[in-house]
């Protein structure tokens, strides 16, 4: 391809490994997340300095993490409710963790999704990438009759957006760098409600959390069905090849 003249070579990736690593530790996940980011970095940087073509990988995690509750790096601590002794009481872990967002919760029940893409092999624009996120669970919930969608400035999935019911259903917190991206979604299917009120959900007072089985008036919803759409939805949007893995 030529720009301004001269011959830029570009080798773009839009394949991606898919991963699901079942139910695993919060911190466990997070360091194989760092380890295949900073991975997907140094050969980035490697292109760079040799002026090499070698293509860059893209990964994307699926995982159901033991109770846990995250607070982001711009978040607040009061946001937590309660006290250390009480999660442990609850079965419940607290991590403060480099990604943006405020405080959230992770649990069994929830599907948890982490692309770690390369945004040189898609599109280089963090603002369109949050939004395709949002997007592949809008048209996922609207699989099952839901109509969901955005709330002005509060990143994430809602239902009845403008109205004394606007509940959350799925949140989101990434972290990018050399547009390599990291963390990701989580969206609650099955999830057990009352863990969120241990929290104000991502610092917005006032709102409440929902669940994909609440909705639906079902005790339980098929988890691997909901992958198999959100999946289906990414591959999409992104114009990606998703290629599956075993786990890790």
């Excluded at 995690?61 to 946001?79: A, D, I, M, Q, W």
């Excluded at 948890?112 to 996922?140: A, C, Q, S, W």
């Excluded at 929902?210 to 289906?232: A, H, I, P």
Aim: hydrophobic fraction near 40%; include cysteine.
């Amino acid at each position: 391809m030529l720009y301004g003249g001269s011959l830029y070579l570009c080798r773009m990736n839009k394949s991606i490994l898919l991963e699901d690593l079942g139910h695993k530790d919060y911190k466990e996940t997070w360091d194989y997340q760092e380890e295949l980011f900073q991975s997907i970095l140094d050969l980035k940087i490697k292109n760079r300095r040799e002026g090499s073509r070698l293509e860059t990988p893209n990964h994307f995690l699926f995982v159901e993490h033991p109770h846990v509750y995250t607070l982001g790096k711009s978040g607040h601590l009061e946001n937590l409710l309660v006290d250390e002794q009480v999660l442990a009481e609850k079965g419940a872990k607290f991590y403060k963790i480099n990604r943006g967002g405020d405080i959230t919760y992770h649990g069994p029940g929830q599907i948890v999704g982490y692309p770690i893409l390369d945004l040189d092999n898609f599109f280089t624009d963090i603002h369109k990438y949050l939004r395709f996120l949002e997007e592949m669970v809008i048209l996922t919930l609207a699989d099952y009759g839901l109509n969901a969608e955005r709330s002005n400035g509060e990143t994430g999935v809602w239902l009845d957006v403008g109205t004394p019911f606007a509940r959350k259903i799925c949140a989101m917190g990434v972290r990018a760098s050399r547009w390599v991206t990291m963390h990701g979604f989580a969206l609650n299917v099955n999830a057990d409600l009352g863990y969120f009120d241990l929290m104000i959900p991502c610092g917005i007072k006032g709102k409440a959390v929902t669940s994909l089985n609440v909705e639906l008036g079902k005790k339980e919803v098929d988890m691997n069905e909901v992958k198999q759409k959100l999946l289906k939805h990414f591959e999409t949007l992104f114009e990606a090849e998703i290629i599956k893995k075993l786990s890790h």
